[in-house]
């Protein structure tokens, strides 16, 4: 069965400064990958989605993330985080009509 | 701009007393999905349709059913509302002939008196 590990609860860092989300993913076929953004009290955003070809895809808001197969990773990233990028960020891998989260990692900007 | 749709965003219920949240969407999809998410936590699925096909999660308690009339809109039902019901509910919609992708409307907060 899929899974998905996002190894960071919580992550803090300053506006300006650029980010990495980690997530690992366990699927035993190629996978289709995804990241969403949840901001307080709100719904889940789609930010990106990777299916094939290139590995590095980009995003809405100024984020992309690199599929690794070695790593069985899709991190992702930003090279400049704004205070309004606080919010709880989701990995996700599709198996089948289902998608199976992450636990979240919430990003704490300070300013 | 085509969306999905969720009524009421808050909803305040009483332990016990039926409850219905609405979804609907204007997207055409033929999957809807519901999910449960608890504070600090993913979102749980509960069940999905597709077409009519109703599909339940094996841990997803009796107490929660769906019922979906028609391809735009699709409602999740609590029988006898307890207090660890209380939750985010959200509903998702997906084109297989898309790849799946899921897009999820903006939930609603159920709070359980």
């Known amino acids: 069965a899929q899974s998905v590990t996002q190894p960071d609860i919580h992550i803090t860092v300053s506006e300006g400064a650029s980010l990495e989300l980690r997530c690992n993913y366990s699927y035993g076929a190629t996978p289709y990958l995804f990241w969403y953004v949840q901001s307080p009290g709100q719904g889940l955003q789609l930010l990106l989605k990777?299916?094939?070809?290139?590995?590095l895809v980009q995003g809405i808001k100024g984020f992309e993330a690199e599929f690794k197969r070695s790593q069985s990773s899709f991190n992702l990233r930003k090279p400049s985080v704004h205070w309004s990028d606080a919010a709880e960020y989701f990995c996700a891998v599709q198996g089948g009509n289902k998608l199976v989260f992450g636990a979240g990692t919430i990003l704490r900007v300070k300013s | 701009d085509a969306m999905v749709i969720q009524n009421p965003r808050y909803q305040v219920t009483q332990f016990g007393k039926p409850v219905t949240l609405s979804c609907s969407q204007t997207l055409n999809h033929n999957v809807m999905y519901w999910y449960q998410q608890k504070s600090s936590q993913a979102p749980k699925l509960l069940f999905h349709?597709?077409?009519?096909?109703?599909?339940n999660e094996a841990d997803t308690p009796d107490n929660f059913q769906s019922r979906r009339p028609n391809t735009s809109f699709c409602f999740l039902d609590i029988r006898s509302p307890g207090l660890g019901d209380a939750a985010m509910y959200l509903c998702?919609?997906?084109?297989?002939?898309?790849?799946?992708?899921?897009?999820f409307g903006p939930g609603t907060r159920l709070l359980v008196l």
């Open positions: 990777y299916f094939s070809g290139d590995t």
């Open positions: 349709y597709y077409d009519k096909d109703f599909n």
């Open positions: 998702a919609t997906a084109d297989p002939r898309q790849l799946k992708t899921q897009y």
